[in-house]
């Protein structure tokens, strides 16, 4: 059963980056297609690995001899490329209304390029940020949740993550956290979560001394069609 977001007091909130704070799927766009034919892997390849961190898709396409150079060449590519990156709608006012309360980004990207994009959007992250880097298994494994819950000091089931990918959405689920989708990159019925809204401008996001609480000012938010409906 899907939890009343509206009705909850949460410890922290959890942001993932891409696709939730920051649209990058220009130059992401532009930085996978150009590997993808410096390697010789299929564009359609890259199809369905939206919120996994690099090394896992070069994992998935290439050989391991092959592995290093191409996931070195991708990682250069993308931190040299930020052209168009911007902040999505509601991403500003969000990260300053979490300003007062334990919460941390936590994202697919390596440190160099979490960062990278977040100037580039003009954000600023907070103190904590969990990036692929930091974890032996990223998204869809829970590791990067649970990493970012330790180092704020909170339950992870007292934690709401902020999510727009299906897998991105998994691990937070099997790290036990209460989950709102966001539908930047993703078709709505295919979000799996407590709650999902358009982006971020349709909710607010307000601090107590006992927690963060969620209010959608325009009644957006809305329980998700079961799996594979809608």
């Excluded at 990156?85 to 936590?106: D, F, K, T």
């Excluded at 897998?167 to 989708?181: P, V």
Aim: with cysteine; charged share 20%; aromatic share 4%.
């Amino acid at each position: 059963m899907s939890l009343d977001l509206q009705d909850t007091v949460f410890a922290a909130v959890l942001l993932d980056m891409d696709g939730t704070l920051v649209d990058s799927t220009a130059a992401i766009a532009r930085c996978w297609t150009r590997w993808a034919d410096e390697h010789g892997v299929p564009p359609e390849a890259l199809h369905g690995w939206h919120g996994i961190p690099a090394a896992s898709l070069v994992q998935q396409l290439l050989p391991a001899e092959r592995r290093d150079s191409a996931l070195r060449r991708i990682d250069e590519l993308e931190v040299a490329d930020v052209e168009g990156v911007v902040a999505l709608p509601g991403a500003l006012p969000a990260l300053a209304a979490l300003a007062g309360a334990p919460h941390a980004i936590v994202t697919s990207c390596t440190m160099p390029l979490a960062r990278a994009r977040m100037t580039g959007a003009g954000l600023t992250a907070p103190e904590v940020l969990v990036t692929a880097d930091q974890v032996r298994r990223g998204k869809p494994a829970p590791d990067p949740y649970l990493l970012a819950a330790d180092r704020l000091g909170v339950d992870p089931a007292r934690c709401l993550v902020v999510e727009d990918a299906p897998l991105g959405l998994e691990a937070a689920r099997a790290a036990g956290c209460a989950t709102l989708a966001v539908v930047t990159t993703t078709p709505r019925g295919l979000l799996v979560a407590d709650a999902v809204v358009d982006d971020l401008s349709a909710v607010t996001f307000e601090v107590g001394p006992d927690g963060v609480t969620v209010a959608s000012s325009w009644n957006t938010i809305a329980r998700p069609a079961p799996h594979g409906l809608g």
